[in-house]
């Protein structure tokens, strides 16, 4: 299996080849490089696809995590695109994924060709709701996921009664503590960047559900609104992973915003 040993992290990574524009895709919290599949499979003729487990997920999660930030992150994507030999590229995040793209569009606008920001945000985390995540991922990380909770984490992230909820539940049972904990704290101690996205220069593509349980739409009008060169797209009845959920009209979107920046 690909490995990338960089910035003390071994990231597992998936690249459809080619000499195309290339694609990075970065998943959010919880979720890995699986959850791209849909897009991989309608861009993967055209553009070259790279999806990639961030630090404590998928198959780079290993036995220690040390604390971290999304700057970190940020490092390590360039770090991978240096081990590929990738001058710049399209940054496509979901949620978690969308925070450290749009960081690594601040601290390496250089390698930035543009943005696809699926269900994120500039702002931190919505105070209301903090909390009641913390009891959860609490509960889990010290007696394992009650299935309740496996429920009630999957409503938020993939939406009531998406039929391929137990195949990411069965997923979050093997998730090991240190990492769990460890990468909320990231999601938590993450910084505002709204005031900072005018520096952002390349153009970028806001796609969001519209039942967005996890980040109101309202936030991902205002990240849209402050950047430079930015359009939204409303995806109907979709909530927070709309590029799994509702791959028809993310994929169309990406698709469009794509062959527009190769005109």
């Known amino acids: 299996m690909p490995y990338a040993a960089v910035n003390g992290q071994n990231l597992y990574y998936e690249d459809s080849g080619s ?6 895709f970065s998943h959010g919290l ?15 003729e055209r553009y070259r696809c790279i999806v990639w487990d961030e630090r404590g997920h998928g198959l780079t999660a290993g036995g220690t995590l040390a ?20 001058e710049s590229a399209v940054l496509a995040g ?14 390496h606008p250089q390698r930035v060709r543009a943005l696809v920001l699926i269900d994120t945000q500039a702002q931190t985390e919505d105070a209301t709701k903090t909390a009641g995540y913390r009891q959860m991922i609490d509960v889990w990380a010290q007696q394992g996921l009650p299935q309740p909770v496996a429920d009630t984490i999957a409503q938020i992230i993939l939406g009531a009664g998406w039929a391929g909820a137990a195949v990411w539940q069965d997923k979050w049972r093997g998730w090991q503590p240190h990492n769990l904990l ?10 505002d960047v709204s005031d900072r ?3 952002i220069e390349v153009p970028a593509l806001v796609v969001h559900g519209e039942a967005d349980a996890a980040i109101a739409l309202d936030r991902a009008r205002d990240m849209a609104g402050r950047l430079p060169d930015a359009e939204l797209v409303v995806v ?3 909530g927070h992973a709309a590029n799994l959920t509702n791959p028809q009209p ?13 005109d």
């Open 67 to 86: 604390p971290f930030s999304y700057y970190d992150s940020a490092d390590d994507l360039v770090a991978l695109l240096d081990h590929l030999g990738i």
């Open 94 to 107: 979901m949620s978690q994924g969308g925070y450290l793209s749009l960081r690594c569009a601040l601290r």
């Open 236 to 238: 109907p009845g979709a």
């Open 30 to 44: 919880l979720m890995d490089h699986e959850m791209f599949a849909p897009q991989v499979d309608a861009l993967r």
């Open 19 to 24: 000499t195309r524009p290339v694609v990075v």
């Open 197 to 199: 996205l005018r520096d």
């Open 182 to 191: 460890g990468c909320f704290q990231a999601l938590v101690s993450r910084d």
């Open 250 to 262: 993310v994929n169309a979107a990406i698709l469009r915003f794509l062959e527009a920046l190769d």
